[in-house]
């Protein structure tokens, strides 16, 4: 015979992140991001390896990366070695150095890809002319990381963002210097979650 109680209590609810990692995804130690160039250029991965290295430089969000255009990074046909990106999250321009590696990445890869300086510098193979989305990005890091042994659900896109700011953070101890690479306005910021594309 049922129980009268068991028929009146709702059921269990399970939590959104059970048996999920949360908080703040790792940066990338200089061995993966060495690991992750080298697999890329061995598969022959021309987009992607300029996708990974403008992402490492410029410390932008996934949804930044994939908003770039052609005529941000490189203008007159080959990259710039500065850039300053405006960022959709908070409207801030952000200035950033593309490493010589990187230069040539991007170069190789507009070259290739016959990109011109309006068009969207990574675009979708489903919709030509529209960016990549940017759970097509999250997707490919995915691959990056799991190409070198290391677990996807532990890095992510945002592995990416922090990288090159933890290494200057650990050469340096400069954290205000830190803060203005990433873009954030002040020292006590924390980021909190948001439901927009680019938390």
């Known amino acids: ?15 959104w992140n059970k048996g999920k990692l949360t908080g703040a995804k790792p940066p990338l130690l200089a061995r993966h991001v060495w690991s992750i160039r080298t697999k890329l250029q061995i598969d022959n991965r021309t987009r992607d390896l300029a996708m990974f290295n403008l992402a490492i ?18 203008p007159n046909g080959y990259a710039l070695g500065r850039a300053t990106v405006r960022q959709r999250k908070t409207g801030r321009p952000v200035r950033f150095e593309l490493t ?46 799991a190409g070198i042994g290391l677990d996807r659900h532990i890095f992510g896109t945002h592995s990416l963002r922090r990288t090159k700011a933890t290494l200057i953070y650990r050469r340096t101890g400069n954290l205000r210097a830190v803060q203005l690479l990433l873009g954030h306005s002040r020292v006590d910021y924390v980021p909190r979650r948001t439901m927009s594309r680019c938390g």
């Open 1 to 15: 015979m049922q129980n009268e109680n068991s028929i009146l209590l709702p059921p269990k609810r399970i939590p």
């Open 57 to 74: 430089d410029s410390k932008l969000r996934g949804c930044d990366v994939v908003a770039l255009k052609v005529g941000d990074v490189a």
């Open 100 to 145: 010589e590696q990187t230069r040539e990445a991007v170069d190789d890869y507009i070259k290739a890809a016959g990109k011109q300086p309006g068009e969207f510098l990574f675009t979708s193979r489903r919709r030509p002319g529209e960016a990549m989305t940017t759970r097509t990005y999250a997707r490919l890091v995915g691959e990056w990381i």
